[in-house]
């Protein structure tokens, strides 16, 4: 099953996974505080940012990267897919039942 | 390697990361605060978490996993696992020898 | 395209990051704060790390393995590769262009 990896601002981040979880996009969201390191128009930044973690499953996988698209503030947002080996059979079932 | 995602309230993750490496079923495990949404009976909820990332070996996986089950608070806790790719050699052979 | 996971001191964390996007080493690194539980010497120890999460390209993954090594204070530092299974294609421009 996938975990979705996506960074965003903090006012912003809140609002991403209340949405995911309430469109069924996915069963949860962790959020993680982070500062970002990268490189734009020759500077280095460190921005204060927040790592949403999103459970959901294969099926509802693009789904969500459409929808994050649409409410990400940025033009080119960080969304990854990390697959697990393996998830806990009554975890994974709930995640399923949860996601449409 | 497996790397071992456990979500759990912050007051047992402490315990839950140094039972994991007193019995020798991960070799270290990083703690980190997180808010956790996802939706229960229809409402929304935004919880206080850890997420607990523990560094084990294929062999002690499946122990690992029991021993959480047996420890956590919740009826259907997050235990997901994601396969390393590569690891640095020298640190695989500490988490080896490290654990069980 | 890989990602990167290092633990490291605070203090040294935002070095290490800087000096990875800086060298374009790696297009972006998230930097997150977290307590590690491990056993040195028989004894549990309870340290205040940073795991830095090191978003780069196949090609450049070793050359950034041999850097963090290099500034790294740890003899035995935590390096390990998670490879994702998709990655927004914009995003992937991006960081593929920001790492030489």
């Known amino acids: 099953m996938p975990t979705v990896y996506v960074t965003a601002p903090p006012e912003e981040a809140q609002t991403i996974a209340e949405t995911l979880v309430e469109e069924r996009l996915a069963a949860c969201v962790n ?10 128009d020759g500077e ?22 459409s929808r ?3 409410i990400h503030p940025y033009d080119v947002p960080c969304i990854e897919r990390f ?14 039942e949860s996601v449409d």
Do not use: P
């Open 31 to 40: 959020r993680l505080s982070t500062t970002s390191t990268y490189r734009w």
């Open 83 to 96: 697959d697990e080996a393996h998830v806990l059979e009554s975890f994974a079932d709930w995640r399923a």
């Open 44 to 65: 280095i930044h460190h921005d204060d940012e927040a790592v949403l973690l999103a459970k959901t499953t294969d099926d509802s996988y693009d789904d969500l990267v």
């Open 68 to 70: 994050v698209r649409e």
